[in-house]
């Protein structure tokens, strides 16, 4: 009973250290932006655009055809709004400090938050976070908003809880692709190849929705790099064309990745060579 006692206390102290942390991370970001301004904006004008030149392709698209798959031209404005949403997330919370994690590595920075008593991936991850995203996950709710008026097919209370249900789960995935990826560096020296196919994934995954990809790109995209899942499934699941198996292998593909990718960290750190030895 002692021991089991002392446990609980344990996590509940890790737990309150890691928040502790956290905020102080937080109010240091925020500081830090309110004197280097253009900081703030930059993310922002750089993604919006982005996700706004892909609606604009799409309008011409749907000038030409009516569907693509089963999707009409409202299901398609809800997948740019849905994955502008995820990377809106990620570039506001955690990109650009497990962005940083092969550079800490290679510079030897990594000792320092490993001679820490908060978990190292815990400060990597939440060390940088960005409030000039915060205007972009804005954009995208105004962009699925707005697919969601194009639907043909009417809104449910039933499915825009399937729909938030998703967007969480699938924003863990990105997160752990993210670190999978840049865990990489705990074991070779060059990123580069790596980083190279983890953006011509996301690209082509943005303009490009599950239900277009066949044969062996979908069998990359939906296993190898998950990307092709990760909007798809939430507006399936919001339009009423999620089944049980798409939401059993979605799951599945999210267990699947959480294992992968704090076995593969664990064991790059153990493995880690420091630069004071």
Not at 43 to 70: C, H, K, M, R, W
Not at 71 to 94: D, P, R
Not at 121 to 141: A, K
Not at 234 to 254: D, F, H, K, N
Request: charged share 15%.
């Amino acid at each position: 009973m002692m021991k089991e006692k002392d446990r609980k206390e344990t996590r509940s102290s890790a737990i309150r250290k890691n928040m502790r942390v956290l905020r102080e991370l937080f109010y240091l970001r925020f500081h830090g932006i309110a004197v280097f301004r253009l900081d703030f904006f930059a993310p922002f004008f750089v993604d919006g655009s982005l996700f706004l030149i892909q609606l604009l392709a799409f309008g011409v698209v749907y000038s030409n055809v009516e569907t693509i798959g089963s999707w009409g031209k409202g299901e398609m404005i809800l997948y740019i709004g849905t994955f502008s949403l995820l990377n809106a997330v990620n570039m506001t919370i955690y990109f650009f400090g497990t962005n940083a994690i092969p550079q800490k590595i290679r510079s030897g920075e990594l000792d320092l938050y490993l001679s820490k008593p908060v978990s190292p991936l815990f400060r990597l991850t939440f060390e940088n976070i960005s409030p000039g995203s915060i205007p972009l996950i804005l954009m995208s709710v105004c962009i699925i908003v707005f697919g969601v008026s194009k639907l043909e097919r009417g809104l449910t209370l039933a499915g825009l809880a399937s729909y938030l249900f998703w967007i969480v789960f699938m924003e863990i995935l990105y997160y752990e692709m993210e670190i999978l990826i840049r865990s990489v560096s705990l074991y070779v020296v060059s990123m580069a190849r790596m980083e190279q196919l983890e953006e011509a994934g996301i690209d082509l995954c943005m303009k490009l929705p599950g239900i277009a990809l066949h044969g062996v790109y979908k069998v990359i995209f939906y296993l190898i790099l998950p990307y092709g899942i990760m909007a798809t499934l939430p507006v399936q699941s919001m339009v009423g064309e999620m089944t049980l198996q798409r939401a059993v292998y979605g799951i599945g593909v999210v267990v699947l990745f959480t294992a992968i990718t704090c076995a593969m960290w664990t064991h790059g750190l153990k493995h880690y060579n420091s630069a004071s030895s």
